[in-house]
């Protein structure tokens, strides 16, 4: 109504009201009426971005890669990015007058990569693909250290690459390859568990065959000593034997030794009687005539 316009901004919004060619307010979360024929309305939004990006870069070793990430950036001095890009807005539908908020983004990037281009040209091929890591964090403290975003007045809060991979041909040869080196390994391993096995089944039969030793040292000590007990025995059993052949004797020669003197066939009376009191004992005993006979004329011969 009579030209005149209320705006008013964002908690995350810097604002900046020109009229007639000079500043008349400026700074965040503004709201105010203005002239809408005279008045100039800068909206810098201040809060953190994201911009994804894919590098084409070449490695030290002249290998293609690409590189696929994302940042993460804030402006933090917003008077520095409006003298820089034009952020002037149509106050009533809020759309920017010109591209420049979106080139700030594509400088961010460019910036990001001119780095990153550095970092990978002093590297190999295999440096680039297992350090992806570590790259965009050297990139980004880069970044930061040589305040390269200090002109646009933005701050890189976050970088992030999120895949980096060679060209596919590359990259088949180098999955061969890898696959290879995992099945020599695989092939090394089984190798090293066979030889462990053998080593260890040799020494399973070494430790066998020293307790078969151990076991037949052992069975011959015992039969030695057996043997010796054995030939031990047998001396001690002959020596009884001669001891109780000589006792045996004498006992004998003792027992007989009343009968010595005796007539031959009182000594023949006296073994008959013996016979017939012991005749319960006695089996069968025949004694004829002739036998009796022989005995006396024997035992007479003998007297004589």
Same mark, same amino acid.
């Given at each position: 109504?009579?030209?005149?316009?209320?705006?008013?901004?964002?908690?995350t919004?810097f604002?900046?009201?020109?009229?007639?060619? /000079?500043?008349?307010?400026?700074?965040?979360?503004?709201?105010?009426?203005?002239?809408?024929?005279? #008045?100039?309305?800068v @909206?810098?939004?201040?809060?953190?971005?994201?911009a994804?990006?894919?590098? %084409?870069?070449?490695?030290? %070793?002249?290998?293609?890669?690409?590189?696929?990430?994302?940042? =993460?950036? /804030?402006?933090?001095?917003p008077?520095?990015t409006?003298e820089?890009?034009?952020?002037?807005?149509? *106050?009533?539908?809020r759309a920017?007058?010109?591209?420049d908020?979106?080139?700030?983004?594509?400088?961010?990037v @460019?910036?990001v990569?001119?780095? #990153?281009?550095r970092?990978?040209?002093?590297?190999?091929?295999?440096?680039?693909l297992?350090n992806?890591?570590? +790259?965009?964090?050297?990139?980004?403290?880069?970044?930061r250290?040589?305040d390269?975003l200090?002109?646009?007045?933005?701050?890189?809060?976050?970088?992030n690459? =999120?895949?980096?991979?060679p060209? *596919?041909?590359?990259?088949k040869?180098?999955?061969?390859?890898?696959?290879?080196?995992?099945l020599?390994?695989?092939?090394?391993? +089984?190798?090293?568990?066979?030889?462990?096995?053998?080593?260890e089944?040799? !020494?399973?039969?070494?430790?066998?065959?020293?307790?078969?030793?151990?076991?037949?040292r052992?069975?011959?000590?015992?039969?030695?000593?057996e043997?010796? %007990?054995? /030939?031990? !025995?047998?001396?001690?059993w002959?020596?009884?034997?001669?001891?109780?052949a000589g006792? =045996?004797t004498?006992? %004998?020669?003792?027992?007989?030794?009343?009968? /010595?003197?005796?007539?031959?066939?009182?000594?023949?009376?006296?073994?008959?009687?013996? +016979?017939? &009191?012991n005749?319960?004992?006695v089996g &069968?005993l &025949? +004694?004829?005539?002739?036998?009796?006979?022989?005995?006396?004329?024997?035992?007479?011969?003998?007297a004589r």
């Amino acid at each position: 109504m009579f030209g005149i316009g209320y705006f008013k901004a964002q908690p995350t919004e810097f604002v900046r009201k020109v009229s007639g060619g /000079r500043v008349k307010r400026e700074g965040q979360a503004l709201s105010f009426y203005y002239r809408k024929r005279t #008045t100039s309305i800068v @909206v810098v939004p201040v809060s953190s971005a994201d911009a994804a990006f894919v590098f %084409n870069e070449q490695t030290g %070793n002249y290998q293609a890669v690409t590189i696929q990430g994302q940042l =993460t950036y /804030r402006i933090v001095e917003p008077r520095r990015t409006v003298e820089m890009l034009n952020y002037a807005v149509e *106050p009533r539908k809020r759309a920017y007058l010109s591209q420049d908020p979106e080139r700030l983004k594509q400088r961010i990037v @460019v910036t990001v990569q001119m780095e #990153t281009r550095r970092q990978v040209e002093g590297r190999s091929l295999e440096g680039v693909l297992g350090n992806g890591a570590s +790259i965009s964090e050297e990139v980004q403290e880069e970044v930061r250290s040589r305040d390269l975003l200090a002109p646009l007045g933005v701050e890189l809060l976050s970088l992030n690459f =999120t895949s980096v991979s060679p060209n *596919p041909e590359v990259g088949k040869a180098l999955e061969a390859e890898y696959r290879e080196t995992l099945l020599r390994r695989a092939d090394e391993a +089984i190798y090293a568990r066979r030889a462990a096995a053998v080593e260890e089944e040799g !020494k399973i039969k070494s430790n066998e065959l020293e307790g078969e030793i151990s076991l037949v040292r052992e069975r011959e000590r015992l039969i030695d000593l057996e043997a010796a %007990n054995d /030939r031990k !025995k047998s001396q001690a059993w002959g020596e009884r034997r001669e001891l109780e052949a000589g006792f =045996t004797t004498r006992a %004998n020669e003792m027992e007989l030794a009343p009968y /010595r003197d005796l007539d031959p066939r009182k000594v023949l009376a006296l073994a008959m009687r013996d +016979i017939g &009191n012991n005749a319960g004992k006695v089996g &069968n005993l &025949n +004694i004829t005539s002739e036998v009796l006979a022989d005995l006396l004329q024997a035992e007479g011969n003998g007297a004589r």
